[in-house]
């Protein structure tokens, strides 16, 4: 599993576009991108996950450079409720390893 | 479909006793896991199932811990016995896996434990 680097915290305006940064320098070619959240004292929510292209859905864009060192995840308009702590994870296997990801914050 | 039910929501017991967390995972899937979630260690995976067989219990902190998954539709973990450092959130997620595709978890909504 590659190891995952994401800011300690971010803040967001009410409205705006939220990019959250992910470093995986160290991804190798069958690993997966997996984007997570969890809001205060709930279950760990799905958000999106890319092997090599872009990915979008309901809930946010994934953004993977080409050289898939580094992903963006992208809220487009966020919402005080997508104040959470958002977790990026790299693997190819079976099991996710969560790291301390990021705290976001989304203020009026 | 339910999603993934975990039971009990909140467990406070004393030192030394028996805990047992369940797990109904969402039908058809064929992946369990269990994790433990502190302040200080964030979230840790403990061990995981595929097709009811543990496939990496590494993360299972000692002997006291044993996790079993007797069929496709339950899983139990097991604390015996329990001491004041075992009070954590207790979240079990599940997921349809193949070795060659991504692997989207689906959590319960966990099992809040307190020893005494």
């Known amino acids: 599993d590659a190891k995952t680097t994401q800011p300690p915290s971010m803040d967001c305006a009410e409205g705006r576009a939220a990019n959250l940064p992910c470093n995986h320098s160290?991804?190798?070619?069958?690993?997966?991108v997996y984007w997570y959240r969890q809001i205060h004292s709930q279950g760990p929510q799905y958000i999106i996950h890319?092997?090599?292209n872009n990915e979008t859905n309901e809930m946010a864009s994934l953004i993977i450079t080409e050289d898939r060192k580094s992903s963006t995840l992208i809220l487009p308009h966020a919402t005080l409720r997508d104040t959470a702590v958002y977790y990026c994870?790299?693997?190819?296997?079976?099991?996710?390893?969560f790291g301390q990801g990021t705290e976001l914050s989304v203020k009026p | 479909d339910a999603g993934v039910i975990q039971s009990p929501r909140h467990e406070v017991t004393e030192m030394g006793q028996e805990v047992t967390l369940r797990c109904k995972p969402i039908s058809g899937h064929n992946s369990l896991f269990w994790y433990r979630q502190t302040m200080m260690r964030g979230l840790e995976l403990l061990i995981y199932f595929n097709n009811n067989v543990p496939i990496d219990d590494s993360g299972m902190p000692e002997d006291r811990f044993s996790a079993k998954m007797p069929n496709a539709s339950f899983s139990t973990l097991k604390i015996q016995p329990s001491e004041p450092r075992d009070s954590a959130v207790y979240f079990c997620?599940?997921?349809?896996?193949?070795?060659?595709?991504?692997?989207?978890?689906?959590f319960g909504a966990g099992s809040r434990l307190t020893v005494l």
């Open positions: 994870i790299a693997t190819g296997g079976g099991k996710l390893i």
């Open positions: 890319g092997l090599k």
């Open positions: 997620a599940s997921s349809l896996w193949t070795s060659f595709g991504a692997n989207v978890l689906t």
């Open positions: 160290t991804i190798s070619g069958n690993e997966y």
